[in-house]
């Protein structure tokens, strides 16, 4: 009877097991812990810290696990707080490791604990005085086939640089800012985006209009940001060089208090090299060079970056390859900084709009110039806007490398089209070395740079009323004298 009654109960609590099992699986199903959009940011000290960030479809534990030579070293390292928050029907997660050893290798996967992303890989930075970074701009698609576009531009970039340090992505990821557009690109990037540290830069595409979507997909150190609505404006450092990165949708372009941010940022390091990352470009001939905001960094940022003695200066927005001689007070000068446009690495190419010559870029301040489109000029000579060249019409990259008191740029173009063998073209279209005495830069500020909300709302207005100086006092005049000759070029070309 006893054994009778131990069996039963036995087959009870065996039946009480598989439907408690069969109920679990019931509430999990519909959930979705995969992991998307992974990337790997600069964030904070360089030499010992990473930002870490990725979507789940339902909500989740974030965990990092850090591994060094295949064995797991998470538990010698410290982390932020884990971030888990729902984001247009996602969540993103956002967690900051800590305690990692300059110039080593790491490889990571991130995850619930359970469910794990696919194993990516990072380099910490040596503090040496020699390094290099990749930069592109404006992907800028909506389309899977113009995402692949762009993929293999940076893809290339990777294999002539296969020891790059960190890639520089300045602006404009997506076309809208949609979750549709989110997964184009994760799809076409995601191999490379867990394979190397990022430092993204927040375009128009990305932040205007868009609120919230720049800060909710990179992790990245806003402890001096002055507001991330429509972006981030941060600062780090990597070998011997100081990079500051501009948020330039801050008020349509730059705010009196980003402005004053930067001033204090370029004055803070004692780094050799003094770069900056932004979006917008003070000295363009693209279809945005006509507009108030362009001509409004040309007068004022670029004050601020000839006081804090910026070496160069990177942007996109305008879809095309520029580089401009040493520029200060907006006159040639030895002692100036040098501007570059970096090109498009997508499919979207504008052609030159030459009515903007001499009024709101004067051509002697030109080094080099690329066109990526077909059937529209592709280098300046001087004389010729129209010269074409068969091999230009692709996506643009650059490797920027810096050894001491030496820094070069090589910029390439990856054509469209591939040769009669089926191997892919790759043009070089410029090429820069800029050297300095090391060793001199002393920094003159040291107190806290963060803005005071209360101090940035305030200064909303004044900051407006510096853009509407410039709107219709400046820009308003030049524009009217340019007016006929952008009327002949429009009726004569469709060029606007």
């Known amino acids: 009877m006893k054994k009778k009654f131990l069996k039963a109960v036995s087959i009870v609590l065996c039946l009480a097991l598989i439907f408690s099992l069969s109920s679990f699986a019931f509430a999990e199903e519909g959930e979705d812990f995969s992991v998307s959009r992974l990337s790997v940011c600069v964030n904070g000290d360089t030499a010992s810290s990473r930002g870490f960030c990725w979507y789940t479809k339902s909500k989740t534990d974030s965990v990092v696990k850090i591994f060094k030579d295949g064995k797991d070293v998470t538990s010698s390292l410290n982390h932020s707080v884990p971030v888990c928050k729902e984001w247009k029907g996602s969540f993103f997660h956002k967690v900051t490791v800590f305690g990692l050893e300059s110039g080593t290798k790491y490889t990571f996967k991130v995850g619930n604990g359970t469910v794990w992303s696919e194993e990516g890989s990072f380099r910490t930075d040596d503090k040496n005085s020699s390094l290099s970074f990749i930069a592109i701009a404006d992907v800028q698609s909506s389309s899977a086939e113009d995402f692949a576009v762009g993929s293999a531009v940076l893809s290339k970039a990777l294999e002539q640089n296969p020891n790059a340090d960190f890639v520089a992505n300045l602006g404009d990821f997506t076309n809208d800012s949609t979750n549709e557009e989110w997964d184009l690109y994760d799809e076409a990037f995601k191999r490379i985006n867990k394979s190397i540290t990022l430092a993204p830069v927040a375009g128009n595409h ?291």
């Open 206 to 496: 990305d932040g205007l209009g868009v609120w919230h979507w720049f800060d909710n997909m990179f992790n990245l150190d806003t402890s001096e940001s002055v507001q991330t609505l429509n972006g981030v404006n941060y600062s780090f450092d990597y070998g011997n060089a100081h990079f500051s990165v501009l948020n330039t949708n801050d008020l349509l372009s730059v705010s009196n208090a980003q402005l004053t941010w930067l001033k204090n940022d370029l004055f803070s390091t004692d780094r050799d090299w003094k770069i900056v990352f932004m979006h917008k470009s003070p000295y363009t001939l693209g279809k945005d060079g006509k507009w108030p905001d362009a001509l409004y960094l040309q007068k004022s940022l670029t004050e601020v970056l000839d006081e804090g003695n910026a070496d160069i200066v990177f942007s996109g927005h305008d879809h095309m390859y520029l580089r401009t001689k040493k520029l200060k007070e907006n006159k040639l000068s030895e002692r100036g900084t040098t501007y570059v446009l970096s090109g498009t690495a997508g499919a979207k190419r504008y052609q030159i709009r030459s009515f903007l010559a001499d009024y709101f870029l004067d051509t002697s301040f030109i080094d080099a110039l690329t066109i990526q489109k077909e059937g529209f000029a592709n280098y300046w000579n001087g004389k010729d806007w129209n010269s074409t060249k068969e091999t230009n019409v692709g996506g643009c990259f650059s490797n920027i490398s810096i050894n001491g008191g030496t820094l070069t740029l090589e910029a390439f173009i990856l054509a469209d089209e591939k040769d009669q063998n089926g191997n892919d073209i790759v043009s070089k279209i410029d090429s820069l070395t800029l050297k300095k005495e090391t060793g001199k830069n002393v920094p003159s500020f040291s107190k806290s740079n963060k803005t005071d909300p209360a101090d940035y709302i305030f200064g909303a207005v004044p900051s407006f009323l510096s853009l509407a100086k410039y709107a219709f006092g400046d820009w308003l005049f030049t524009f009217i004298r340019m007016l006929p000759k952008l009327l002949k070029v429009y009726i004569k070309e469709g060029t606007f």
